[in-house]
Structure formats: C-alpha cells, structure tokens
T-cell receptor, first 110, second 115 residues
C-alpha cells in the first residue's frame, strides 16, 4: 500500500516564527488532505489539495503530485497553532479511504 | 449545526467485554469511516461504508464489527477478540458529490480504556 512519511516528527517554535512541514508519499494519489489535531483530539481539515497551491490566512499548502510530496507552510505562528499536523492521502476509486502519516507535533511557545 | 457526534467520549471496560461506540452525523453524507489512533501515532482505518447496508474492511478490521442500517449512523463494536482495544477511536464522514466531495469531517472521538 501507499506509504506516507512526514517530517519533521517534532517541531518547537517561538511565537511569530514561520515553519514548513513536509509530506512524502510513495505512489500516485488523487486525494491529499492536511489536518490539524488539537490537544483535545479533535481533527480539523485544513486543506484538500491533491495538486497545486492553496492559502487560508496564515496557512498555505503546496502539492507537487508528480514528485509525490506536499508542503504545509505556517507563517507568524501562534500558540493556538500547537498540536499535531497530519497529512493523509488516497485515491477516489478506493472508497475515499485516506492513509495517514505519523504526524508532525508542533509546539509554539509564547 | 451540522456535524458528527460520537459517544461516549470516555469509556472504561473490563477485558473480555464487547463495547459499542456510537457515531451519528447530520451532514447527509453518504460515506462514513472508523479510524483508530494509538498514542503518538497516525490514524489507521478499521471499517468504512459508502452506502447504507454496505461496508468494507479497512486495514485493521480484526476484532471489530460495524453496521450501517441508517445513513446517519455507523456504530462500531469492539469485540473481545480485539487484542489491544485501548485506543482513541475517531469516526468521520465524507460527502460523495458536490463541491465538498472528498473532504473528510471528523467527530470528537471516543477514548476507550480496557482495564
């Protein structure tokens, strides 16, 4: 099956700093999503981005499908950005299932 | 407000007992999913259903069972055959058509501890 690798596994930032999270995947996909899991366990969808670039406020994401990677950019980080960021990939013809990476745990210090 | 409701949030059970976790959605989504998360790990797919009265096994279905009798509901039973049931269980749903298709929406999760 498809393998999903995220890096770095952990990241500690000072408030206001920028960061880049990376997601590599081992096979072609037509479904890629980024999620944020807060300290209480709730997962929120950040981006649906099988290809191209999207921006939402201080967050943006880029997926280069031909090279099998995606990047999540966080600018001017805030303490509320803390949590775990997951990349998940899949293909439409497989029931919409998503395969998750191990996540990047981000801690933003005031 | 539309969303996914999982209950209970916390559940403690003795070894050997079956437990059922509830998942209800009012988003009118066709597809529903159950994932398991262990500490410090990503999510792994247990079962999924794309339509009422039909469901498929995910990557770690052994020791679990599901039913999909109504579009809104997708309960998960953790049976005594599941060797390591202590985990965080997340239910999700997905619209299968329209502008929101393919985006996965999650419930708040159920944390099961087997004593």
């Amino acid at each position: 099956g498809i393998q999903v690798e995220q890096s770095p596994p952990d990241l500690i930032l000072q408030e206001g700093a920028n960061s880049t999270l990376r997601c590599n995947f081992s096979d072609s996909v037509n479904n890629l999503q980024w999620f944020h899991q807060n300290p209480w366990g709730q997962l929120i969808n950040l981006f649906y981005i099988p290809s191209g670039t999207k921006q939402n406020g201080r967050l943006s994401a880029t997926t280069v499908a031909t090279e099998r990677y995606s990047l999540l950019y966080i600018s001017s980080s805030q303490t509320t950005d803390s949590g775990v960021y997951f990349c998940a990939v899949g293909n439409y013809n497989q029931g919409g299932k998503l395969i998750f990476g191990q996540g990047t745990e981000l801690s933003v210090k005031p | 407000d539309g969303g996914i409701t999982q209950s209970p949030k916390y559940l403690f059970r003795k070894e050997g007992q079956n437990v059922t976790l509830s998942c209800e959605q009012n988003l009118n989504h066709d597809a529903m999913y159950w994932y398991r998360q262990d500490p410090g790990q990503g999510l792994r797919l247990i079962y999924y259903s794309q339509i009422v009265n039909d469901f498929q096994k995910g990557d770690i279905a052994e020791g679990y069972s599901v039913s999909r009798e109504k579009k809104e509901s997708f309960p998960l039973t953790v049976t005594s055959a599941q060797k390591n049931p202590t985990a965080f269980y997340l239910c999700a749903s997905r619209e299968t058509g329209g502008s929101g298709a393919n985006v996965l929406t999650f419930g708040a999760g159920s944390r099961l501890t087997v004593l």
